[in-house]
């Protein structure tokens, strides 16, 4: 696993819909663009936290609960096959290479015998999610589940969810969500980020911890450079300027992360995505802190601690470099944390950085929207949609249960053994291709994350709980996280784009820091205005 376009996307707030599909016969909004269907907002469903495992390392509603060791005993949550034997078609993205086919597959089969249905997936790599979810919304027939990542999310979503897909309001808002009780263990956070549509739910969150994005460091490297763990601004120019020379960087930015810039915006205090003020919402890139921050880059590029290569390169090549220890921080999340310290063989020691201070502004970590992405489902019969909540609920069985250790680690003896201490231990049938990430059931449905990682040493899964305790502290989230946008649905990664070219020019020094404002304007002009209007329009009807 490595960080890609989808974790930089869902931080900056673009959609890559990037044309609009036809406009649909039954639009609740009668196709009017940029409207917003209204309604009376059902309640969010109830939180009902499951019952299990204590953990090591408690957490916080904004931080995971961590475990430094296996459960001692895993035992079933009791609840029956929940599928009715019939066949489910389910629409599902991938960062993996296709799975062998169900005949084939052991983990297939066994998903099947647990949910006591035939599963049929069309899984969609993520580099042609964009086109592929166009297709699928403007064809005439849908599957019973559809992923939705939130990175890209649906064209036109608040217009096709209400006309196509089956509005699950009655089945999962307030306490009617204790039907499915892993589905009430799924944290408000996460409904939150998702949304709703004229104040109704359209699906099942995949929650993701909200801690914030940050950079991973080479901390035997940083450390004899001066870093301390807590830094100013410009203990953090002096850091970055040891580390570099002799082709080697302290910086590695990528074509997904765009130099970095949401931790250098975050650490000069600019907000979160927007800014909320007065009931109009203000974008990042039109506030001093953000202009701050590109001028601090300018002057980092111009002293070369970036990787000459950051515009260019590939999210996974320069996770190489940092492994080859050729740059010495990259992006980074702490749901990619435990690849990545195993990731360097023990060549180093891997940890998160903590913003640097000083910057004029006041440092305030971005925190993540809490979800992957959703599932909807295509309208179908009272019974028959209960069926399907049924097998979300039971694909989002919790940790130190024997369904989840079947979701995430396969059949005991064929894809895993146990270590000494009880850990899921991969076979070579697991790590040859016959797995989760070949198989992506988890983007239909999964159980809320802790920090838990087999095979990690209990310090250094410590460690990661202590970094994410410390940095959700002082975290801010974007105000319009779970809010629809036409137009951000529509054109958001078109215009976006305009940001991103005008950003790479400005810090690289092809233009001047005064060339940043002219390229904020025409992003206002080409949408982004319009944009803040719809999620002000949004607030004001759901609120």
């Not at 949550?77 to 929940?82: D, I, K, S, W």
């Not at 408000?188 to 109704?200: D, P």
């Not at 810039?261 to 109009?280: I, S």
């Not at 105000?479 to 991103?500: D, H, N």
Request: glycine fraction near 10%; charge should be neutral.
């Amino acid at each position: 696993m490595h960080l890609s376009r989808r974790s930089f996307l869902r931080a900056a707030g673009a959609t890559a819909a990037v044309t609009a599909v036809p406009s649909l016969a039954a639009c609740s909004d009668g196709g009017k663009p940029g409207a917003v269907p209204t309604g009376a907002a059902v309640p969010w469903p109830a939180y009902v936290p499951a019952k299990g495992p204590a953990p090591d390392l408690p957490g916080t509603p904004q931080s995971q609960a961590g475990y430094t060791a296996y459960p001692s005993s895993v035992a079933s949550t009791g609840q029956p096959a929940p599928g009715d034997g019939s066949t489910v078609r389910a629409w599902v993205i991938s960062y993996g290479a296709p799975p062998k086919p169900a005949a084939s597959n052991q983990f297939w089969q066994a998903i099947n015998k647990a949910l006591n249905i035939n599963l049929e997936l069309t899984i969609v790599p993520n580099a042609d999610y964009p086109a592929k979810v166009q297709t699928l919304v403007a064809g005439n027939e849908l599957p019973d589940l559809i992923c939705v990542f939130s990175g890209y999310g649906l064209p036109r979503d608040t217009q096709f969810l209400p006309a196509q897909c089956a509005d699950l309001s009655e089945y999962l808002s307030g306490d009617a969500v204790k039907t499915y009780p892993n589905l009430a263990n799924i944290p408000t956070y996460a409904w939150q980020g998702m949304g709703r549509i004229g104040g109704h739910l359209y699906g099942v969150p995949i929650e993701r911890s909200p801690s914030p994005s940050t950079l991973f460091i080479n901390d035997n490297a940083l450390t004899a450079a001066g870093y301390t763990g807590a830094w100013s601004r410009d203990q953090f120019t002096t850091v970055a300027k040891a580390l570099s020379g002799n082709r080697k960087y302290a910086l590695g930015g990528s074509t997904d992360t765009q130099l970095l810039y949401n931790f250098h915006a975050a650490a000069h205090g600019a907000p979160n995505t927007w800014r909320l003020d007065g009931g109009k919402f203000v974008s990042t890139f039109e506030t001093p802190e953000f202009k701050a921050a590109v001028g601090y880059m300018r002057d980092l590029w111009q002293a070369g601690v970036y990787h000459p290569d950051s515009v260019t390169i590939s999210t996974a090549n320069i996770q190489t470099q940092f492994f080859a220890q050729s740059v010495a921080a990259i992006f980074g999340n702490i749901g990619s944390a435990a690849p990545m310290i195993t990731g360097v063989n023990g060549a180093f020691d891997v940890n998160l950085a903590q913003l640097y201070t000083g910057a004029g502004g006041t440092p305030a970590a971005w925190g993540g929207g809490g979800l992957f992405g959703y599932t909807a489902m295509k309208k179908a019969a009272p019974d028959r949609i209960k069926m399907l909540l049924r097998v979300l609920d039971f694909l989002a069985s919790p940790f130190g249960t024997k369904e989840y250790e079947l979701f995430h680690y396969g059949v005991e003896g064929a894809h895993f053994t146990r270590s000494s201490t009880g850990a899921p231990t991969p076979t070579p049938l697991w790590t040859g291709g016959e797995n989760a990430v070949t198989l992506p059931v988890k983007y239909l449905s999964d159980a809320p994350g802790v920090l838990y990682f087999p095979g990690l040493p209990a310090e250094k899964l410590t460690r990661l709980f202590d970094w994410q305790r410390t940095a959700v502290k002082n975290v801010t989230f974007d105000p319009t996280r779970g809010m629809k946008s036409a137009t951000q649905a529509s054109q958001g990664l078109t215009i976006y784009k305009l940001i991103t070219d005008g950003l790479i020019g400005v810090v690289t020094g092809r233009t001047p820091l005064s060339a940043w404002d002219e390229t904020v304007k025409n992003w206002k002009r080409s949408g982004g205005d319009t944009i803040a209007g719809e999620y002000a329009q949004y607030a004001a009807a759901n609120n």
